[in-house]
Every structure is written in structure tokens, then in C-alpha cells.
Nanobody, 125 residues
Framework: QVQLVESGGGLVQAGGSLRLSCAAS????????MGWFRQAPGKEREFVAV????????SVVDSVKDRFTISKDNAKNTLYLQMTSLKPEDTAVYYC??????????????????WGQGTQVTVSS
């Protein structure tokens, strides 16, 4: 049974940093692409970043491209999102997700097969 568990969220001042983690069980990172999404109150879930299964190619949404970095540790089956220079508009619940489309850098939530429960990130101004 696949399980994704996010951690690392919290309250931070604008300009600060956080590192989110997603511990995965029941799947092999090399067989799945892993993504981060976020959802702010009253808004749709939006793509943040994705990393492919085998090679580890990444894609990041333009709005965070110079501030957020996605990475993973295959040995630990853990996905990361390093967030720097945080802004109040980054406030959202952040979700990690897994898709069997391991080599496709999909930005579409409906392509993802498994989701974590989410971790809250709040950035104060």
C-alpha cells in the first residue's frame, strides 16, 4: 500500500526558508515521478514542481523557479522541496504526489495516482 507523508511545514516570516519532506512507502522512486502541489484557501490546487523517476529531471513553475528546488533521495525514498525567499502568496497547503508516468514531467493533478495529506505553510508579511 502506497503512503506519502509530508512534513516540514510551519509559520515563517517573508524572506525566510523552509524545507518540506515527503516520506514514501510502498513504491520505488525510480518507477514514479514525484510532484509537489499547493492549494491556497479558495483556490484550485496548483502545480509547483516535479522530478522524474529514473534520471531525476526537474520542472518548476515559473512563479517559484528561482526560489524553490525539488530533489529526492532514492535510498531514503524521500522527496524534498527547498523553499527560500518565501512570500505571503506562497501560503498554502503543500501536497506531494506520485505518478506512474515516471518520465513525464506532468503538471496536471489528474495524472497523479497517489497523494499525501498535505502540510500547511504560512508566510507572514
Amino acid at each position: 500500500q502506497v503512503q506519502l507523508v509530508e512534513s516540514g511545514g510551519g509559520l515563517v516570516q517573508a524572506g525566510g526558508s523552509l524545507r518540506l519532506s515527503c516520506a514514501a512507502s510502498g513504491l520505488s522512486f525510480s518507477d514514479y515521478a514525484m510532484g509537489w502541489f499547493r492549494q491556497a484557501p479558495g483556490k484550485e490546487r496548483e502545480f509547483v514542481a516535479v522530478i522524474s523517476g529514473r534520471i531525476g529531471t526537474t520542472s518548476v513553475v515559473d512563479s517559484v523557479k528561482d526560489r524553490f528546488t525539488i530533489s529526492k533521495d532514492n535510498a531514503k525514498n524521500t522527496l524534498y522541496l527547498q523553499m527560500t525567499s518565501l512570500k505571503p502568496e506562497d501560503t498554502a497547503v503543500y501536497y506531494c504526489a506520485a505518478t506512474i508516468l515516471a518520465s513525464r514531467l506532468s503538471r496536471h493533478p489528474h495524472d497523479y495516482n497517489y497523494w499525501g495529506q498535505g502540510t500547511q505553510v504560512t508566510v507572514s508579511s
